[in-house]
């Protein structure tokens, strides 16, 4: 008969096993399944870059006051008539500024890729769909084709690239919906009007622009609400008006209804609202309905220390890519600031819509009291 082991001896199996079992008892309890919210999204971090604008001072929330208004000539950029148009272009390295679509928007996608190193790094790119919104004059489909031909091994995202045709306002409510997607879009828009079929057409005192903008949207988790960032949107408000032009100088031209109903979305008093991020145009009474809506709604908000506006940074692109760069800037002010901004989007005459990014604290606390009510 063989005889048993010694009392307290141990085999390597043993020793194995008892490892688990602490293993076991150590290991934080099992994350819920994901339960995502389809009416808001985070706003995790943003990388912008314009031409009035560095990506430092994005970060920084250098926006906030800023009053550079650089630009520049090009003979090759000139209007009907025949006079030079002044653009206002992103210094994207030595080469010289295509006026074609295609090639300056791969000039600006090339830079974005040098200069975003310290953004791109803190991604989880296996959680990550890319989403690739086309510059002007560019269709969804081609500008995916060039992109993914000078795409960076190391940023290969885990869901994919998809290059929608719809503008981001319009893209946001679809994404939300679609809830077995990946958990963090990253939202990729850039474009430039400095070029020959765009600033010639421009009417005015405006300038042609370009503007890059990155927006990191991360789905808010009902089910681990510890995961969650720091800020969220909701999909745009719109309210259709009479023309601007029309309305007397002391209207809001819409500003009012668009920030109260956010403000009624997000839980939040407009009150609250720390920062404006609009277009920085003054024609049509835009800077007279401005000034009034500041003075009724928010008399804290100083029109030259906490309203931001894309003519001075950036001039005229493409609206879905304004909407974007727009809600880059909320971002950073909201970080600075430690609270609320709204984004107002005036570009047409009879609408004004608008985004509010606000604390995502609320949002789920709100989610967290309706679904026990």
């Known amino acids: 008969m063989l005889k048993p082991f010694a009392q307290g001896h141990r ?4 020793v194995i096993g008892e490892r688990r079992e602490q293993e076991q008892r150590l290991a934080p309890p099992p994350r819920p399944v994901a339960h995502y919210d389809t009416a808001r999204i985070g706003l995790a971090d943003a990388w912008l870059w ?3 604008l560095t990506p430092a001072e994005a970060k920084a929330g250098k926006a906030l006051g800023k009053v550079d208004a650089d630009f520049e000539h090009d003979p090759r950029l000139v209007s009907p008539a025949g006079h030079r148009r002044n653009v206002r272009r ?24 040098r200069q ?24 969804p489909d ?16 885990g869901h994919g690239f998809i290059a929608p045709e719809q503008t981001f306002s319009t893209w946001l409510p679809w994404a939300l919906q679609n809830d077995l997607e990946a958990p963090n879009l990253l939202c990729i828009g850039l474009d430039s009007w400095a070029t020959i079929a765009r600033a010639g057409g421009l009417t005015g005192e405006r300038m042609a622009g370009e503007a890059i903008a990155v927006l990191a949207l991360q789905r808010i988790d009902l089910a681990n609400v510890d995961s969650n960032p720091r800020w969220h949107i909701y999909p745009a408000v719109a309210h259709t008006h009479e023309p601007r032009a029309s309305q007397s100088r002391k209207s809001t031209g819409g500003l009012e209804q668009v920030a109260a109903a956010l403000c009624e979305r997000c839980g939040l008093t407009v009150a609250e609202v720390k920062a404006v991020v609009t277009d920085g145009h003054h024609d049509d009474n835009r800077l007279e309905h401005l000034y009034q809506f500041l003075s009724n709604c928010l008399p804290d ?4 220390q906490h309203v931001i506006g894309h003519a001075l940074l950036a001039g005229e692109y493409g609206h879905g890519i304004i909407e974007m760069s727009g809600l880059a800037l909320a971002l950073q002010a909201a970080n600075s600031l430690e609270g609320a901004v709204l984004v107002l ?3 047409a005459s009879t609408q004004t ?21």
């Open 353 to 373: 819509q608008g985004w509010l990014l606000g604390p995502s604290q609320v949002a789920v606390a709100d989610q967290q009291t309706s679904e026990h009510s």
């Open 50 to 52: 314009l031409p009035n």
């Open 11 to 14: 085999s390597l199996w043993d």
């Open 90 to 113: 992103i210094r994207a390295g030595t080469d010289r500024a295509e006026v074609r679509p295609l090639p300056r928007a791969l000039q600006l996608l090339q830079a974005m890729l």
């Open 345 to 347: 989007d005036r570009h």
């Open 142 to 157: 081609p500008w995916l084709d060039a992109v993914l031909e000078v795409w960076p091994f190391d940023y290969l995202p």
């Open 301 to 304: 908000c100083d029109l030259q």
């Open 116 to 139: 975003w190193h310290d953004f791109a790094t803190e991604l989880d790119w296996d959680q990550v769909q890319v989403v690739l919104f086309a510059p002007t004059d560019i269709a």
